[in-house]
């Protein structure tokens, strides 16, 4: 029969490769400046996902989830 010790030795012998194994590293977080005409200062985004780009044009989501579309000189960093 089991005792309280075992099982839990156990319980947790099974949960932490489960856990390390679903701890998988993501992108990294980027932050990217959109340089408007006009304006002094880029905007700046951070922690986004960049889904396209071009030499003028980007296409990204922001950490809320909204996907951005942008035409003109841009800069990411990371």
């Given at each position: ?12 012998g ?26 002094a ?9 960049i ?8 296409k ?9 579309e ?9």
């Open positions: 029969m089991l005792t309280v010790r075992r099982f839990l030795a156990i319980l947790a099974l949960a932490v490769p489960a856990l390390i194994a679903g701890c998988k590293r993501g992108e990294p977080a980027k932050t990217l400046l959109l340089h408007d005409s006009g304006v200062r880029p905007r700046r985004f951070d922690d986004v996902k889904l396209g780009t071009r030499p003028d044009y980007v990204f989501r922001t950490a809320s989830g909204e996907v951005i942008f035409s003109g000189r841009y800069e990411i960093k990371r």
